[in-house]
Nanobody, 132 residues
Framework: QVQLVESGGGLVQPGGSLRLSCAAS????????MNWVRQAPGKGLEWVTI????????AVADSVKGRFTVSRDNTKNTLYLQMNSLKSEDTALYYC?????????????????????????WGQGTQVTVSS
């Protein structure tokens, strides 16, 4: 069955860096667009970034532009998110998912409702906390 397992989260000081990983199995990873979506405490789900199947095509949300970089290694079936210059507002549970919510009717502005978790495949999330 399809599995997405995120790792690499933790506690980091403002201005610090973290690298998240998402190990995929149970499907042909190299054929899929992949996304990172996050949920901060008390807020809706927020799309962060997408990467195309080959890794050449990427897009990031304005809120993380210039600080976050998505990449993938199709030989290892793994998705990555390099996060630099972290801010307190980056504190969230980070999910990798095959679902791109940007055109979903369940999203308005930056945020989406939990209904988007019913589409595509999702990992269990990894917690990132940015605090001094």
């Amino acid at each position: 069955q399809v599995q997405l397992v995120e790792s690499g989260g933790g506690l980091v000081q403002p201005g610090g860096s973290l690298r998240l990983s998402c190990a995929a199995s149970g499907f042909t990873f190299r054929n899929y667009y992949m996304n990172w979506v996050r949920q901060a405490p008390g807020k809706g789900l927020e799309w962060v970034t997408i990467i195309g199947p080959t890794g050449r095509d990427t897009a990031v949300a304005d809120s993380v532009k210039g600080r976050f970089t998505v990449s993938r290694d199709n030989t290892k079936n793994t998705l990555y998110l390099q996060m630099n210059s972290l801010k307190s507002e980056d504190t969230a549970l980070y999910y990798c998912t095959t679902f791109d919510p940007r055109e979903s009717k369940y999203c308005s502005g930056r945020y989406c409702t939990g209904a988007i978790r019913n589409f595509g495949n999702w990992g269990q999330g990894t917690q990132v906390t940015v605090s001094s």
